[in-house]
């Protein structure tokens, strides 16, 4: 190639590098070394271009390659316009895509429905200073929640030493790293503080500072009931407590306390709903007419069966539709490795399970009994439907410790799991609210704290908790415990990566176009 030619590639693109200096000071990288780079680099081309093709200046005017020549600069000058349009326009319209695997950059719906749902504007203070290991992380889950609700959420960093009148309004320690969240203005404001921060706890945090009255939760005790707390179990022993369904209720604005009904009339006024969760010894018909008389009072009530033990409740449950199966429920297809280990996803049209049939959620029963959904010998004005089933492969294993397979004469095909029911309450006596609600699950297990971690099941019991209470926003799914894979970038990576997508990669294909354009050219 001659080297004429080679001295008009070279000035091409010296004028896109000295066209485009501008297009990096103000919108790719903001260096004024860089810059400068380039503007000298483009201004060396193209001497080496007058170097080579001096002797045609003379001509130029009269030549076509002027007209040629002409074309390549404008058409250079349309191109990074149009870069620097398209650039910003994307900084206007800044529309961003969550494409990680735990959707760490999306709010779950629990949060979405609880901002929606604030009654006034939270404020956020966070009492961190710049240096904070966690400063980046909790200034990035603020901006998630401002984004999906800018004019109910918003958030300031305050440095509690150059802010001590803040400090000691909200009572900190000296060098306590908090999270502040405030509601309200003035002498009516109320607030809550937060020692750790993840998307789970801020969104209970402003569920509890959102709650007009806490919702009373009784458990019911005295019949070998799962215990609320327990002892430490021994080292490699499984916990037989509901601690974490305890934590899970107060984060969610419940207060939850043990009842024995040895001895009582009635069930607590100030019960929003009851549990019996585990029983293994029979109730006493004393204690079956108080929850009877709670029931039929308009009460809310979520029964979890237990595995071999018959609390004799079969009477009161009848009433509002569902019956305990003998045996345990078994799926041949459906299941986690053991048949009586079930795996489900088949749902009712219930609104219980709504999120989770949307999401298409599994749902794992330990041990689980079958339900049968009653058709006759109800209290007057109940209604009952299934919520939960197995697969059609299910079926009831009436000797479980000899086989599993199933057998002539037992229950087979698809069975309920779960079962919800509703009765009108309006005209009783003693109302305490407009409908009874009970919820009963075959599986009594799924409480303990070695399962709690299973989303499906955690987000199951909870929307019952919040159907049986007529708590509509808490039926919904909640922020799952997720895993934390970024990469951590600091301020010059990120605008290394800026210029090189936006600057250099654009400008070298543009080059590498135009040379090969010229080259041919000159053919």
């Excluded at 900190?172 to 009516?188: I, M």
């Excluded at 984060?251 to 939850?256: K, L």
């Amino acid at each position: 190639m001659k080297a004429s030619s080679v001295g008009k590639i070279l000035g091409a693109l010296g004028l896109l590098l000295l066209l485009s200096s501008p297009f990096t000071l103000f919108f790719t990288s903001g260096s004024v070394a860089l810059t400068a780079a380039k503007a000298v680099s483009g201004l060396v081309l193209l001497g080496a271009y007058f170097a080579t093709n001096f002797k045609q200046f003379g001509q130029f005017a009269t030549r076509r390659s002027s007209f040629f020549f002409g074309t390549t600069v404008l058409l250079g000058v349309v191109t990074l316009g149009a870069l620097a349009a398209v650039n910003y326009i994307a900084y206007k319209k800044n529309k961003s895509w969550d494409l990680t695997k735990h959707k760490l950059f999306t709010v779950a719906p629990q949060t979405s429905a609880t901002l929606a749902g604030l009654k006034e504007k939270v404020h956020a203070l966070a009492f961190l200073p710049p240096s904070n290991p966690y400063y980046d992380t909790v200034e990035q889950l603020f901006r998630l929640y401002q984004a999906e609700a800018p004019d109910k959420f918003d958030f300031a960093f305050k440095d509690p030493q150059r802010n001590p009148d803040l400090a000691a309004k909200y009572q900190l320690k000296e060098g306590q790293a908090t999270v502040v969240l405030v509601r309200g203005e003035g002498p009516n404001a109320s607030h809550t503080t937060l020692a750790t921060l993840s998307e789970q706890e801020l969104t209970n945090a402003l569920i509890k500072l959102n709650a007009v009255g806490a919702q009373k939760v009784y458990f019911l005790s005295g019949h070998g009931e799962w215990p609320l707390q327990a002892d430490p179990p021994a080292p490699g022993q499984p916990s037989d407590s509901l601690s974490e369904l305890r934590k899970e209720l107060l984060q969610e604005g419940y207060t939850a306390d043990e009842l024995n009904l040895a001895g009582q009339k009635e069930v607590p006024k100030d019960a929003s709903l009851v549990i019996i969760a585990g029983a293994k010894t029979p109730y006493t018909p004393a204690e079956m007419e108080v929850l009877r008389q709670y029931l039929g009072a308009g009460g809310r009530m979520l029964y979890f069966a237990e595995a071999n033990a018959e609390p004799k409740l079969d009477a009161l449950l009848g009433e509002y539709g569902v019956e305990v199966d003998k045996g345990i429920a078994a799926d041949r297809q459906f299941n986690s490795g053991n048949p009586y280990v079930i795996v489900s996803a088949f749902y009712s049209e219930h609104e219980l399970t709504r999120p989770l049939r949307q999401r298409k959620l599994n749902i794992e029963f330990p041990t689980a009994r079958s339900l049968t959904v009653l058709r006759q010998g109800m209290a007057e004005g109940v209604k009952v439907e299934p919520v939960v089933l197995t697969s059609p492969f299910g079926w009831v294993e009436t000797t479980p410790d000899a086989d599993a397979t199933p057998s002539d004469g037992e229950k087979s095909g698809q069975l309920t799991l779960v079962a919800a029911a509703t009765r009108d309450t309006k005209s009783a006596k003693d109302k305490r609210f407009d409908e009874a609600r009970v919820v009963v699950m075959g599986d009594s297990e799924i409480l303990l704290d070695p399962n709690w971690g299973h989303e499906a099941n955690r987000n199951l019991v909870l929307n019952a908790l919040g159907w049986a209470s007529t708590q509509v926003e808490k039926i919904t799914i909640r922020p799952p415990d997720r895993e934390v894979s970024t990469l951590e970038m600091d301020q010059h990576m990120l605008d290394n990566i800026r210029f090189v997508s936006t600057d250099l990669l654009p400008l070298s294909l543009m080059g590498v176009g135009l040379a090969i354009w010229l080259s041919r050219r000159n053919k």
